[in-house]
């Protein structure tokens, strides 16, 4: 398993009743099921993977970059184009704040508050902040 480096919480209203780090072990074994049978049942391109399920409470969204650092974002149902907002995630917030932050060593858990700050202003000034949960 991997490490988790950043955990954040938007407008969430149930609690999983579990610790962060069992919610993040069954999550993560949870994706690594998914893409398994996606990889194996698809009859697309498996680099096309897996981007996201839905349930009919939440959404799960799902981005792995090509270095297999992958983030994950639940969100309500009604979410649209959250595959973006990852890419963007990714590239605005995570590179230039945790990637370029000369203290971090890669693999490691995010402390910075700067990268907080962003993630958080980020998330909000999203289309996707004002629904139910995320």
Do not use: C
Not at 106 to 118: H, I, M, N, W
Request: charge should be positive.
């Amino acid at each position: 398993m991997g490490t988790l480096m950043h955990y954040a919480e938007w407008n969430r209203t149930k609690k999983s009743g579990i610790t962060r780090e069992e919610e993040a072990k069954l999550t993560y074994g949870m994706l690594f099921s998914i893409k398994s049978f996606v990889s194996k049942i698809s009859p697309h391109d498996p680099r096309e993977g897996f981007l996201y399920y839905k349930t009919n409470r939440y959404a799960l969204h799902y981005l792995e970059t090509p270095s297999g650092l992958k983030f994950v974002l639940n969100t309500d149902t009604s979410a649209i184009n959250v595959k973006e907002l990852l890419q963007q995630l990714y590239a605005k917030v995570w590179v230039e704040y945790v990637v370029r932050d000369p203290l971090w060593m890669p693999g490691s858990v995010v402390t910075s508050e700067l990268f907080q700050s962003k993630l958080d202003e980020f998330v909000k000034q999203s289309p996707i902040f004002g629904i139910r949960n995320i």
